[in-house]
């Protein structure tokens, strides 16, 4: 099955991709890495009028740091935050993440922005950017504006993008010597979606502390924050607080989702308050 006719535009700057995406009204579509969208395209799950390629765009591969913070291109791929070419400001967590999504093949091509703008709510980037405290970029016709990552991802495949809007860059806070994190997944095999997440972070320096679940079952990312307070006080959360935290946000989880998520979560805070 292929994709049905579409126009294909190949802009060189955010300016023309946002003057794109304004001209197609609604039918225009951002093509990153294109591992999620071009197999939706071809099985007609998705639709598109017009492709804009932003892969010429070099402003979006670009890593700066900023100081405290660091902005990461939407662009930048999987494999470049697994391989450290964009630095090291994580203590890990993010070369950590990239190296067990999917395959290397699917990490070439694929995009820290594309994941987090396609929302699968079975994902790593939007839990990790939300367990890190990311803001991301945005770009449109009436300028730019910056959402946190928890404002950012509404629902199951929806962001808070406007259809003229795209995702320019994720702005994160570096983490300090003294933080620690530790990131849980379980699957039934390599390289597909975790049927539970958990991330933890914490840094005692900058008075900061997330605990986040993620997957299908809880319809994305989602911050438990009655349970970072048992985080920042270095002691363990009782498994009925951690099982409540997550009915309070999932009533409907049954008895596999309840006990493979509560396992991640009670993993991950024990490693980071150890």
């Not at 959402?147 to 300090?176: C, W």
Request: hydrophobic share 45%; net charge negative.
């Amino acid at each position: 099955m292929k994709a049905p006719a579409f126009a294909y535009l190949r802009p060189v700057s955010i300016a023309e991709a946002v003057a794109a995406l304004a001209e197609g009204a609604g039918g225009a579509r951002i093509l990153a890495g294109g591992q999620s969208l071009v197999p939706m395209l071809n099985l007609r799950v998705a639709f598109a009028e017009t492709l804009v390629d932003i892969g010429a765009i070099a402003d979006l591969r670009a890593v700066s740091d900023e100081g405290e913070t660091v902005l990461i291109g939407a662009s930048v791929t999987h494999a470049t935050l697994e391989d450290g070419a964009s630095g090291d400001h994580w203590r890990g967590m993010l070369a950590f993440v990239a190296r067990d999504i999917a395959y290397r093949a699917v990490r070439n091509r694929g995009t820290l922005g594309g994941s987090l703008c396609h929302a699968d709510p079975a994902a790593d980037w939007p839990v990790a950017m939300m367990a890190l405290g990311a803001t991301v970029q945005l770009a449109g016709p009436d300028g730019e504006r910056a959402l946190a990552s928890e404002d950012f991802s509404v629902d199951v495949f929806t962001t808070a993008l406007e259809e003229d809007e795209m995702l320019t860059g994720i702005r994160l806070p570096k983490l300090s010597p003294s933080a620690r994190w530790s990131y849980r997944k379980m699957r039934k095999k390599a390289g597909t979606f975790g049927e539970a997440i958990a991330a933890v972070v914490h840094d005692p320096a900058r008075g900061f502390t997330r605990v986040v679940a993620g997957s299908s079952a809880v319809g994305g990312p989602c911050r438990l924050e009655a349970l970072e307070g048992a985080v920042a006080s270095g002691s363990l959360a009782a498994e009925a607080t951690i099982r409540a935290a997550l009915a309070e946000r999932e009533p409907d989880l049954d008895r596999y989702e309840m006990q493979i998520h509560a396992t991640c979560l009670r993993r991950a805070m024990k490693e980071v308050s150890s």
